[in-house]
C-alpha cells in the first residue's frame, strides 16, 4: 500500500507518494498560495493532489498551524493568514475521496525524527526553525500533540519580554526572534529587506550585521533549547527547518548551550531525514 503524504509550510506545498517502507517514491511542491486565503489553499491543495490521488490508499498530511479534531488553526496569521477555523482533514478526503490523517507538522517531524535515532532515548524534543518556529515532543516512545493539539509549540515561548511582538499576538517569542522572518525583520541599513536565506549568505561573506542576526538567533535557540531540557528532561534535540540546517548554524547552537550550566544541556542533533521529516512521520503515523 502506498500513502500520500502532504506537507503545508509558510511558503511551500509539498506532496509525495510513499510506501509502507517508507521510501519516498515520487515528490511534488508548489509556493503556498500568497493570498493565503480558505480558497486559494484548497484551490492549490486541489491541484497538487488530484492527480496523484488515484494512486494511493490513503492520505496524512503534516501542516503548519494547530492541528485539532481535523481543523487547522494559524498560531501566527503571518505565517498561514486567513486561516482561523480550516476544515483540512474535510476538504483534503473530499479532494482525493480517501481516508485522510492530519497532524501538526513538527509534530510529524518529531515523529519521523524519533523512528532515525540509533539509540533507545525515552524522551526527544524536534524543534524547527524555519518561516516560523515549532516542534514536537516524543516521550516514552509516544509522539505528544495534547488535547487542543498544542504540544511542542516552543517557538511561542518568551525569548525577550522587550522584544518584537510575535505575529501570534504575544511580545517576544522566539518565533519573532530566532526564525527566518524573524531574522529579516531586524535587518537593517544595507540588509533591509533581504529574506534569511541572503542574510545568511551575506553572514558567510564576513558580513558584520549578518553575523550578529544569525548569532542572536542561535543564541536564542540555545536558550529554549535550554528551558526544554529542564522541562522535559530530554536525552536529545534534534534540529531541523531551513534555518536550523543552513551552514553553521547548529555549531553556533552548540556553542551557545555549552555556555549555560551542564544540568541544561543536552546532545544535538540535526534532523535525519531534514527538509522531507514532516511528509515521512505524517506518513508513519498513518500506517499506525
Avoid at 511558503?11 to 507518494?17: D, E, G, M, N, R
Avoid at 498544542?150 to 525577550?160: K, N, V
Wanted: charged share 15%; aromatic share 4%; glycine share 12%.
Amino acid at each position: 500500500m502506498t500513502t500520500l503524504a502532504v506537507d503545508i509550510g509558510g511558503t511551500k506545498l509539498a506532496a509525495a507518494i510513499i510506501d509502507d517502507d517508507f521510501r519516498l517514491l515520487e515528490r511534488h511542491e508548489c509556493p503556498t498560495p500568497a493570498s493565503q486565503s480558505p480558497q486559494a489553499l484548497t484551490a492549490s491543495l486541489e491541484a497538487l493532489l488530484s492527480p496523484l490521488a488515484k494512486r494511493v490508499q490513503r492520505v496524512a498530511v503534516a501542516s503548519t498551524g494547530i492541528i485539532h479534531q481535523g481543523v487547522l488553526t494559524a498560531v501566527n496569521p503571518a505565517n498561514l493568514g486567513g486561516l482561523a477555523q480550516f476544515p483540512l482533514q474535510e476538504t483534503v478526503s473530499r479532494i482525493t475521496g480517501l481516508p485522510c490523517l492530519v497532524l501538526n507538522d513538527a509534530q510529524a517531524a518529531a515523529w519521523a525524527e524519533y523512528q532515525a535515532l540509533n539509540e533507545s532515548v525515552a524522551e526527544m524534543a524536534f524543534i524547527t526553525v524555519s518561516t516560523g518556529v515549532g516542534g514536537g515532543l516524543v516521550s516514552q516512545g509516544r509522539l505528544l500533540t495534547g488535547a487542543g493539539g498544542l504540544a511542542g509549540h516552543f517557538g511561542h515561548t518568551l525569548a525577550d519580554p522587550d522584544g518584537p511582538r510575535c505575529g501570534c499576538g504575544r511580545i517576544g517569542c522566539v518565533e519573532a526572534i530566532a526564525s527566518g522572518r524573524g531574522i529579516a525583520a531586524a535587518a537593517q541599513g544595507e540588509l533591509y529587506g533581504l529574506d534569511a536565506k541572503a542574510i545568511f549568505a551575506r553572514a558567510k561573506a564576513g558580513d558584520a550585521q549578518a553575523q550578529e542576526l544569525v548569532q542572536r538567533s542561535a543564541r536564542i535557540l540555545a536558550r529554549l533549547i535550554a528551558d526544554v531540557k529542564a522541562v522535559t528532561d530530554c536525552q536529545c534535540v534534534v534540529i531541523g527547518g531551513s534555518v536550523g540546517l543552513a551552514e553553521g548554524y547548529l555549531a553556533q547552537v552548540e556553542a551557545f548551550l555549552a555556555q549555560e550550566p551542564k544540568a541544561y544541556q543536552v546532545t544535538l542533533k540535526a534532523a535525519h531525514y531534514r527538509h522531507d521529516a514532516g511528509l515521512l512521520g505524517a506518513a508513519m503515523q498513518a500506517l499506525q
